[in-house]
């Protein structure tokens, strides 16, 4: 594609529950990150791919968060047993090595 | 770890007026970049730099790698209304290592 694609744009689920958002990064690039934005706030990382190599975890702010690469290309978030906390916008960016980061439009997620 | 920090947080400035928002790396970088989020939207890509005291410019942005590639700073000439948004910062090491995000500096412009 064009762009990253980010899916769904937006999310309404229950406290609880457990939800799964997706990356489509450009084709090509190695680099696929994943952040999280508050309202206002800055990018709170979350992880961090690049090629085969294992990927940087240190983000994840719970074991709750999980996240996948697949192939090298589509990148899934996994989010277990919803907390309110965990409302925000996820935002997913790729980039060639350390070359310039395109960023989705993004997940808004809503904990009911 | 790595860390990156961007001074102000927030940044009020008269239409018309300049300022400088700056970034501080605590380990030496390979790269600097700047990107730019307007509210409701998406951080974009600005600027990159990689050599030491690099300057670039972008019509009324002006933009500085420091000679020990730790710093950087963003000056904005004659700020307009469409200058509003976030900047960030962006520090890269080593190749295969990830970019560290700065807290980023929010702009607002008093028409």
Known sequence: ?112 | GQQVMQIPQYQHVQEGEDFTTYCNSSTTLSNIQWYKQRPGGHPVFLIQLVKSGEVKKQKRLTFQFGEAKKNSSLHITATQTTDVGTYFCAGGKAAGNKLTFGGGTRVLVKP
């Open chain 1, 1 to 112: 594609g064009a762009g990253v694609s980010q899916s769904p744009s937006n999310k309404v689920t229950e406290k609880g529950k457990d939800v799964e958002l997706r990356c489509d990064p450009i084709s090509g690039h190695t680099a696929l990150y994943w952040y999280r934005q508050s309202l206002g706030q800055g990018l709170e990382f979350l992880i961090y791919f690049q090629g085969n190599s294992a990927p940087d975890k240190s983000g994840l702010p719970s074991d709750r968060f999980s996240a996948e690469r697949t192939g090298g290309s589509v990148s899934t978030l996994t989010i277990q047993r919803t907390q309110q906390e965990d409302s925000a916008v996820y935002l997913c960016a790729s980039s060639l090595w350390q070359g310039k980061a395109f960023f989705g439009q993004g997940t808004r997620l809503t904990v009911v």
